[in-house]
Each structure stands twice: as structure tokens, then as C-alpha cells.
């Protein structure tokens, strides 16, 4: 029986997709990006540890599809009334993508609608594997320079973009890309324009944006990891709204949506 690794489960959610949502999140990301508020997901699909208050912890569980389809499926009523589904998240879900596409499967099947999140640093293939069995992608596109978007993050925009273009061709998906907020990395003044020209060349017409917040910082703590936004202050209400305004002006709605 085919196993996946996951970090965490969480009910209830009504971010990362629509609806009220379940997200599990699978553990596993080769990405590096600074503001990364689930570092304990981060580098190869391998349970870790960390040291929260003292007491060592495992971090990711071995799951079965049938395992993680009767605890999710026990919000069912919640999917139903709301509109909701199941949101596969990491890591970067792509690292797991043939348990991916058999838990996805599942939920198909079951009737559940499927949303993952992704930043798409996988070959299409891995994307091709589990597309059948999706209803919606949340897709993060984060810095447009091919240059700075592989030094700070090991992200390939090229690829990105390859990934982004085959979901968009998928008639049967909802795809919506999501921009991550973050002061010094996403926000520049020729970061956002590239950003807004990309989605006007694919003809988007909304997106979401996740400002920059600070929850995640002391599991860096726990993980004995360097933490180099500490000093980094969150947007103010006004400068988001400016952003969102600039979209707007573009011809791009945006929604202030979830957490990155
Ligand atoms: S892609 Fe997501 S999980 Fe991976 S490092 Fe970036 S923010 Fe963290």
C-alpha cells in the first residue's frame, strides 16, 4: 500500500481554496524561500525532528490514501454546505506527486472537490500525473527575474512558466495564481510590473495576494535554523491596498486571500 508523508492536518479552513476546506500537507519542498512559515516541510520527503519547548519532535507521518480519506472525508457535510474540498499543501506537493495523484484520485471519485497548491518547480509531468483529478490550482508565482528567482529560492522561472502555460491549457481546471507579498523579495516596483505583465500576456484577470506575516518565525527556533526575515516588517494595511490597486488598474482583480 502506497504511503505519503504528511506534517499536518488542518480542518476547518476557509483559505487555500474554496469553501470551508481540509488541507493536508505533505512534507517535502527543494525550494528555499526566505519567508517560509512551514520551514519544517523544507528539503527531502524524510521524517525530521525539531525541538519545540524543550521536547524533541518527529515532524511527518506515513499515511495511507484509505487512512487520510476516512479522516478527511469525516467533514464531508462541511464540503457539502459550503461549497468546500480538499487542499492538497506543502512542501510542494509536486515532490509527492504519484501519491499525490492516487490520494486526489480518491477524492474524485468520492465526489470531493480538489484544489492543490504548488509553485510548479517540477518537469510538467509530475503536474500531468495529477491534473486529471483536480478541480482547482492555487499557483504561486514569487519573483519574476530568472537570476534572482534561482539565487534566493533554487526556482526556475522558465519552468514556472512551462507549468503554469499547461495548466492554464487545462479547460477542466480553475486555476488561480497567487502572489506572496514579501517586503525586499516580491514587492519591488519591477517585481510587481513583470508580475502584472506575465498574468496580462496569459489574459488573467484576477489573482490572489498573501501579504508577508511572522507566524511562522519561531519554528526556526525549533528547528536550530537561521531565520533572515526576523527584522522584517509585515506590509501596512494602506501599502497592500496600494498593490491592490495597481492590479486592479491593470485590468487584474486581486483578492487579499491566506497565509504563505
Ligand atoms: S515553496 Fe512554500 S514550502 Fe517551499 S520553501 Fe517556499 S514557502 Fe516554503
Same mark, same amino acid.
Given at each position: 500500500m502506497k504511503k505519503g508523508l504528511v506534517f499536518n492536518i488542518q480542518r476547518y479552513s476557509v483559505h487555500d481554496g474554496g469553501g470551508i476546506r481540509t488541507i493536508i500537507f505533505l512534507k517535502g519542498c527543494?525550494?528555499?524561500?526566505?519567508?517560509?512559515?512551514?520551514?519544517?516541510?523544507?528539503?527531502?520527503v524524510a521524517p525530521s525532528t525539531w525541538r519545540k519547548h524543550g521536547k524533541k519532535e518527529t515532524i511527518g507521518c506515513w499515511r495511507s490514501t484509505g487512512e487520510l480519506v476516512d479522516e478527511v472525508m469525516k467533514d464531508e457535510i462541511f464540503f457539502r454546505t459550503s461549497g468546500g474540498g480538499v487542499t492538497l499543501s506543502g512542501g510542494e506537493v509536486l515532490m509527492q506527486a504519484d501519491f499525490a495523484a492516487d490520494l486526489l484520485k480518491e477524492f474524485h471519485e468520492l465526489g470531493v472537490h480538489t484544489a492543490i497548491e504548488t509553485t +510548479?518547480?517540477?518537469?510538467?509531468e509530475e503536474l500531468q500525473k495529477i491534473t486529471p483529478f483536480l478541480n482547482q490550482v492555487l499557483f504561486d508565482l514569487k519573483i519574476m527575474d530568472p537570476k534572482s528567482s534561482k539565487q534566493v529560492l533554487g526556482l526556475s522561472v522558465s519552468l514556472v512558466k512551462e507549468n503554469f502555460a499547461f495548466l492554464l491549457a487545462q479547460d477542466h481546471l480553475d486555476v488561480i495564481p497567487r502572489v506572496p507579498l514579501i517586503? +525586499?523579495?516580491?514587492?519591488?516596483e519591477e517585481n510587481l510590473q513583470a508580475l502584472i505583465e506575465y498574468l496580462q500576456e496569459k489574459e488573467i484577470k484576477m489573482v490572489h495576494l498573501l501579504p508577508f506575516h511572522q507566524y511562522g518565525s519561531s519554528k526556526y527556533d525549533y528547528l536550530g535554523w537561521e531565520y533572515t526575515m526576523q527584522e522584517a516588517v509585515p506590509l501596512t494595511s494602506l501599502a497592500v491596498e496600494q498593490i491592490r490597486q495597481r492590479f486592479l488598474a491593470q485590468g487584474i482583480s486581486a483578492n487579499i486571500d491566506g497565509l504563505e
Open positions: 527543494p525550494l528555499r524561500c526566505p519567508w517560509c512559515s512551514n520551514p519544517e516541510s523544507r528539503k527531502s +510548479g518547480c517540477f518537469p510538467v517586503p +525586499g523579495y516580491t514587492t519591488s
